[in-house]
């Protein structure tokens, strides 16, 4: 596609619900990278995915929170057991390489509801 | 662990007035430096990135940026604000290409007719 794309663009669940978030990067893009934003935290890192190298999972809160990259392309954000503090928007980033001043390219974001 | 801190979470200026928002980063080996802009309804998008050619760096829409290693600093400056220039606008720092870019928390710019 011609940008990163994610989906949904909203989410609203009920607290203690799992839910999936899912990012398609733009095609070639080796690098795919989750962070969250919110109301005056600016952009949290969450995980970055690096060619077939093992994730930095270093970003993530807590073990509710896990992804997954299949095939090198497309990425699901896994959060389970939401709570209301999980609200946020979820963005999703890729760049082509992952050389230190590589471009990153965002999509829209998700925006996680939990009630 | 590299970290950037942007001070003032919103500046208010005038239309044509200079625009400064300050960026200072920690960090123990020689960093990348970016500022991201994220207008309203869109997603960030680079404005410009520092990557140890040329200390002062310029952007889109007439952004500059200049590193400075003994202040720790890269600040963004506009000479002129235009209304088109408010937006969110973040600064961030990377290491190496196996680290995560680390973004600060932003500062929102507003601009006054």
């Known amino acids: 596609g011609a940008g990163v794309s994610q989906s949904p663009s909203n989410k609203v669940t009920e607290k203690g619900k799992d839910v999936e978030l899912r990012c398609d990067p733009i095609?070639?893009?080796?690098?795919l990278y989750w962070y969250r934003q919110s109301l005056g935290q600016g952009l949290e890192f969450l995980i970055y995915?690096?060619?077939?190298?093992?994730?930095?999972k270093s970003g993530l809160p807590s073990d509710r929170f896990s992804a997954e990259r299949t095939g090198g392309s497309v990425s699901t954000l896994t959060i389970q057991r939401t709570q209301q503090e999980d609200s946020a928007v979820y963005l999703c980033?890729?760049?082509?390489?992952?050389?230190?001043?590589?471009?990153?390219?965002f999509g829209s974001g998700t925006q996680l509801s939990v009630l | 662990a590299q970290s950037v801190t942007q001070l003032g979470s919103h500046v208010s200026v005038s239309e044509g007035a200079l625009v400064l928002l300050r960026c200072n980063y920690s960090?123990?080996?020689?960093?990348?430096l970016f500022w991201y802009v994220q207008y309203p309804n869109q997603g960030l998008q680079l404005l410009l990135k520092?990557?140890?050619?040329?200390?002062l760096v310029k952007g889109i829409n007439g952004f500059e940026a200049e590193f400075k290693k003994s202040e720790t600093s890269f600040h963004l400056t506009k000479p002129s604000a235009h209304m088109s220039d408010a937006a969110e606008y973040f600064c961030?720092?990377?290491?190496?290409?196996?680290?995560?870019?680390?973004f600060g928390k932003g500062t929102r710019l507003s601009v006054i007719a």
């Open positions: 980033a890729s760049s082509l390489g992952s050389g230190f001043g590589e471009k990153l390219f």
């Open positions: 095609s070639g893009h080796t690098a």
């Open positions: 995915f690096q060619g077939n190298s093992a994730p930095d």
């Open positions: 960090s123990s080996v020689p960093p990348y």
């Open positions: 520092y990557t140890s050619a040329a200390t």
């Open positions: 961030a720092v990377r290491v190496s290409g196996n680290t995560p870019l680390v």
